[in-house]
């Protein structure tokens, strides 16, 4: 089951079962500002867990991770949505700054080569003039196949590129423009993705916005990116 915790002016952590763009989520408002701010997250969070949650959307500013590992709850993770999006993400970007697709060399950065990777750059590769591939495990590997199966120029990863993909958590590049595709807060070098179909105060929700397209709810369409 999905719950949903929002901040709301007198919430008191009563459980609201609603329908959120056609998913059953379990909602629940709280007040954390408020002298029962405590109690009324307390009660949210037994409400939730008595419902079968373990699923969670967030407040963009909610900081309370204590509260999430006391009570069994998970955020959604952005990562899969993100990632499948890295193709778009990255013209975007590209355009942003004026720079030629068919001149850049695009670099893909993180621990290991998954199947995410492995995906995106395969749409990339035909996109960009070329790729470099900066991955600890199986780097090599994905490098070798992007030049067998695509017949691409892969380039070193001490090569200078335009932009670079963080797909999990490494050493920043300080001098690179570098899109990170992980994580709750996840930093887009200025870039906006949005969904102009979701409630004004949700358009960029990035949570929302992986929950849907996980359910079906969303298709490439439906996303802005500015």
């Known amino acids: 089951m999905l719950g949903r915790l929002k901040f709301s002016q007198g919430g008191r952590g009563k459980m609201e079962s609603t329908g959120l763009y056609g998913l059953p989520v379990v909602q629940t408002r709280v007040d954390p500002e408020g002298w029962l701010g405590r109690w009324s997250m307390e009660r949210a969070a037994r409400t939730m867990h008595k419902a079968g949650v373990i699923r969670t959307l967030l407040p963009c500013d909610f900081e309370d991770e204590a509260w999430l590992k006391r009570w069994g709850f998970r955020r959604v993770d952005c990562a899969a949505f993100l990632q499948a999006q890295s193709p778009a993400l990255t013209q975007a970007a590209l355009r942003q700054r004026d720079i030629d697709p068919n001149r850049a060399c695009v670099k893909l950065r993180g621990a290991r080569a998954d199947e995410s990777m492995t995906r995106c750059a395969a749409r990339l590769c035909r996109r960009v003039r070329h790729l470099s591939v900066d991955v600890a495990r199986g780097g090599e590997k994905l490098a070798d ?48 993705l949005w969904v102009p179909k979701l409630r004004e105060e949700e358009q960029e929700d990035l949570e929302l916005m992986s929950v849907l397209w996980e359910w079906g709810k969303l298709e490439e369409e439906d996303l802005k990116f500015t």
């Open 145 to 192: 196949w992007l030049r067998w199966e695509f017949g691409v120029a892969v380039l070193p990863a001490e090569e200078p590129a335009q932009l670079s993909l963080c797909f999990q958590p490494v050493s920043p590049e300080s001098e690179m423009p570098e899109l990170e595709l992980f994580g709750h807060r996840p930093q887009l070098d200025g870039l906006r």
